[in-house]
């Protein structure tokens, strides 16, 4: 794991956070670039602002801020320790709103972002392992919809119904992750094709509803069929701490596996 940099997208949401605490605690840290929005730094732990970490860094800039996505990836040009980004892990996800509820809004500007922005930069600099997070209501196999047990199907529905720009969110977050997967991602002609040259390992970790329950509870990854024993809740301290391992097994590539607790 130390010859891990990860760069780390959604740092200051609960997951980021409990990822970054998750990180330190391993005897062989990886390196980590926090990426946040300009003025949300404050949000970040002591451990990376007051007494900041040799092994992590932070970048600040916006989603679609293409110069600061590259400084990012790109590694620091005066401190050897940061070679350019290994691994992209993020937890982006969708602000839930009321008014989205009336409206109908399926808008996703974070997957947008992704698509026009993270994605194409993430090829630019050859970098080919990405994990997101998205959810069993937002992404699913053929298969999965024709084997899911009665509760899972109605657990499905509700955020369908209300929370459709959430829902939509977290949807095309895995579609573009997957879709660049493909080699068929944003851009047109030499430059799609350029994008084509680098195989993108990606894992979509799918999540019930997250709580700040047994940081070592175990954790059940599987397809959501009839077979799947987990339950509806995840906590996030095991959610960050499966994810550190995924990094390193690779056991999940180019799949989206539901996790959950028992």
Known sequence: M????????????????????????????PKLTLYVRPGSKAKLPASATNNPNPAMRIVQGQLDDVRALREALSGSSTDPAFPPVTTVVSFLGAYLSFKAVFTRDQSHPIADALQSAVLPAVKTYNISRILVLSTPTAFCHASESKNM??????????????????????????????????????????????????????????????????????????????????????????????????????????????????
Do not use: C
Request: no cysteine; aromatic share 8%; proline share 5%.
């Open 2 to 29: 130390e010859n891990q940099h990860i760069l780390l997208l959604g740092a200051t949401g609960a997951s980021g956070l409990a990822f970054i605490d998750a990180a330190l605690e391993k005897t062989q840290m």
């Open 149 to 262: 047990p009665w509760k899972w199907w109605f657990y499905t529905w509700l955020p369908r119904l209300l929370a459709p720009q959430g829902n939509a969110e977290m949807k095309g977050i895995a579609e573009a992750v997957v879709k660049a997967g493909t080699g068929t991602g944003s851009g047109d002609g030499d430059q799609d094709q350029d994008h084509a040259r680098t195989r993108l390992d990606w894992t979509v970790f799918r999540v019930p509803h997250l709580t700040d329950g047994d940081p070592h509870a175990t954790v059940i990854a599987g397809n959501l069929d009839q077979a799947f024993a987990g339950s509806t809740e995840l906590s996030r301290g095991s959610l960050v701490r499966w994810v550190l391992e995924e990094i390193e097994k690779k056991s999940w590539v180019r799949q989206a596996p539901l996790l959950a607790n028992p």
